[in-house]
């Protein structure tokens, strides 16, 4: 039973360019969260998918964006990279938005 | 007052010790409510969710205390590899009636022999 997947593992951009990441759910879920989490930080929730809709958003400016595809998958974009969205992005998937979630392994964001 | 709260440690314990980490939120009206673990430049693994009447597992327990707005996580006999991050979730009610997923900032444990 395959787990959560994200790509890239890694990825290094420059300020003002523009990322998509991308993430797999755990099999027989079908809502995908995505997590901003800066080093000693707790990950901070950025937004929730459900049925190909954002169902839940955090503090988050509309730099960042996303999508959920039929398929239940997901991807999460940032805008305008400032320094300041280096860090790892978390990808968590659920059978329901208040349930359990599950990881992926993150995608570890460099901007320079 | 920070939503989700947890010391952040580090607690350092010699194997075989007895350890309790407690969360505090903000919100009563918030539910469901997890303990994570995070290992260094590792993704969160869910350890357990809380129930209000209390739920163990093998050397873990876990509570919640409504009326005081804060969970805890208690680790009985620690082993070396019990040594991580521990996160607390909440999924934290907000104003227009959603919920959002809250974690805390993690507890630092440090077991040693």
């Known amino acids: 039973d395959a787990g959560v997947t994200q790509s890239p593992t890694h990825l290094i951009k420059t300020r003002g360019q523009q990322v998509t990441l991308r993430c797999s759910p755990k099999?027989?879920?079908?809502?995908v969260s995505w997590y901003q989490q800066a080093l000693g930080q707790g990950p901070q929730f950025i937004f929730q998918y459900y049925e190909e809709e954002e169902r839940q958003r955090g503090n988050f400016p509309d730099r960042f964006s996303g999508h959920q595809f039929p398929n239940y998958s997901s991807e999460l974009n940032v805008n305008a990279l400032l320094l300041g969205d280096s860090a790892l992005y978390l990808c968590a998937s659920s059978s329901s938005g208040l349930g359990e979630q599950y990881f992926g392994p993150g995608t570890r964001l460099t901007v320079t | 007052r920070k939503e989700v709260e947890q010391d952040p440690g580090p607690f350092n314990v010699p194997e075989g010790a007895t350890v309790a980490f407690n969360c505090t939120y903000s919100?009563?009206?918030?539910?469901?409510f997890f303990w994570y673990r995070q290992d260094c430049r590792k993704e969160p693994k869910l350890l357990m969710s809380v129930y209000s009447s209390g739920n163990e597992d093998g050397r873990f327990t876990a509570q919640l205390n409504r009326a005081s707005q804060y969970i805890s996580l208690l680790i009985r006999d620690s082993k070396l590899s019990d040594s991580a991050t521990y996160l607390c979730v909440v999924n934290l009610h907000i104003t227009g009636g959603s919920y959002i997923p809250t974690f805390g900032r993690g507890t630092s444990l440090i077991v040693h022999p």
């Open positions: 099999s027989g879920h079908d809502t």
């Open positions: 919100n009563s009206a918030s539910q469901s």
